[in-house]
């Protein structure tokens, strides 16, 4: 499997993905400049999370319009899978690959703290490596992961069941306070209609490995280079 992970001015989980891909893969992930319009072809693209440009003008505006942007965007319409983690997240909304958008966070203050998700779907190669409905713990770093979209948006990513992961508590109950943003029906991650691109909050790459305490985010990278390499 060969993985490409895209570097923004701004990006800070650059090398969090690097080393995850890494272990997962056995060799190294190609990184990617921002202003490249070309890089090599490879099975998996990374946007990682960050502050993009600053977070200028809205979370992941300024980054979405980046040359390398407009590659992603056609192999992603290709079918090249694109995961997208926080300010990924951010700029796959902005970019139009994912629908909706992220706001600021419902109590207007930056959260950092570890989460509970459930695995709403694992029929996909970023998931494949969980079951369905399987609680996991992962930590949330973000000021803007307030996922909104208008009801027919959210009733038809629930009818297609593109709702990758949502908050709850360890119990796997959608409660409000295991909710840490005020995301709309506690969405932590959605999939495009093709289910080739994924976008989510939560940092699976910063809990990857039991030296960080713990590994819960491990089997998604493992699962990716079951399902593409």
């Not at 056609?74 to 694109?82: Q, T, Y």
């Not at 995961?83 to 203050?109: D, H, K, V, Y």
């Not at 949502?166 to 506690?186: I, K």
Request: net charge negative; hydrophobic share 40%.
């Amino acid at each position: 499997m060969k993985a490409a992970v895209i570097v923004f001015p701004g990006s800070n989980c650059d090398r969090d993905i690097q080393v995850s891909l890494r272990r997962a893969m056995g060799h190294e992930p190609v990184m990617v400049w921002h202003g490249d319009s070309s890089f090599d072809d490879v099975d998996l693209i990374a946007v990682p999370g960050g502050f993009s440009y600053g977070d200028y003008l809205r979370a992941g505006a300024m980054a979405a319009k980046s040359p390398v942007m407009r590659e992603i965007i056609d192999r992603a319409h290709k079918g090249v899978p694109v995961l997208g983690i926080c300010n990924g997240f951010q700029i796959l909304t902005e970019s139009g690959l994912l629908p909706g958008a992220l706001m600021r966070n419902a109590a207007l203050r930056y959260v950092c703290k570890d989460v509970h998700l459930r695995v709403e779907a694992n029929d996909t190669a970023f998931t494949q490596g969980y079951a369905t409905g399987e609680i996991m713990r992962i930590p949330v770093a973000h000021h803007d992961g307030n996922y909104y979209a208008d009801a027919d948006v959210l009733d038809e990513l629930e009818a297609e069941q593109r709702i990758a992961f949502r908050y709850t508590d360890q119990a796997g109950g959608e409660t409000e306070g295991a909710n840490p943003n005020g995301s709309q029906r506690n969405i932590a991650g959605i999939f495009n209609k093709n289910r080739n691109v994924l976008g989510m909050m939560p940092h699976p790459e910063r809990l990857a490995d039991p030296e960080l305490g713990g590994a819960d985010g491990k089997p998604m990278f493992d699962g990716l280079v079951a399902a593409l390499g």
